[in-house]
């Protein structure tokens, strides 16, 4: 989120009109997903949070990019392919509920070390049971294997190290990328 924030206020201080917005949404299926996390897993969850997206996408995304913006979203389907594998899923099968949402036309994913994303989540009053429960390296791991899956599969995915040391360079870059596609850098 915090990187995000940076790409934003430097593409709008470019002049470029963004729309930042983020999963689970705050709509209706993102509250139910944000309210059940504690107690639905595996199939059930999976599929309320596709259904998150795909309302997300119809509701938000689409009208915001019709209108010509662009639009930076904190967790898209990366996010599916790793939480929803954590929670015991399948990828295939995380795939096969997300595979016919709008594809991005840049998709980032951030990784830091899991000392450092230790260190994130311990600043934090309230974690998510992915959060409480699941090992910093497993999920890094699993991040660079999504990398790797949505690529194989259209995606233009792109990892960045997040570690503090990288983060003015990280956020430089995604910044000239956006840019890039945009026809603007």
């Known amino acids: 989120s915090t ?3 940076q790409v934003v206020e430097k593409l709008r201080k ?8 983020k999963e689970p949404t705050t709509g209706p299926l993102g509250l139910v997903v944000r ?8 199939n059930a ?3 309320l949070i596709a ?3 795909y309302h997300h996408l119809k509701q938000e995304i689409e009208p915001a990019l019709c209108e010509g913006k662009v639009v930076i979203c904190d967790r898209y389907v990366e996010s599916s392919l790793v939480l929803q594998v954590l929670d015991g899923l399948e990828i295939d099968f995380v795939w096969a509920l997300n ?7 840049l998709s980032i994913i951030l990784i830091a070390s899991p000392e450092v ?7 934090r009053s309230i974690l998510s049971r992915f959060e409480r429960t699941k090992e910093r390296s497993d999920e890094v791991t699993l991040y660079l294997e999504a990398a790797t899956y949505l690529n194989l599969r259209g995606y233009h995915t792109i990892v960045f190290n997040n570690d503090p040391s990288n983060y003015e360079n990280t ?9 890039s596609i945009l026809g603007e850098a």
């Open 171 to 179: 956020v430089l870059e995604i910044t000239r990328l956006i840019l």
């Open 99 to 105: 595979q016919m949402v709008r594809r991005p036309d």
């Open 45 to 47: 969850f999976a599929c």
């Open 3 to 5: 990187t995000i924030c």
């Open 14 to 21: 470019l002049g470029i009109n963004v729309h930042t917005t």
């Open 117 to 123: 994303l230790a260190s994130r989540l311990s600043q």
């Open 35 to 42: 309210s059940s996390e504690e107690t639905l897993n595996g």
């Open 51 to 53: 259904a998150d997206r």
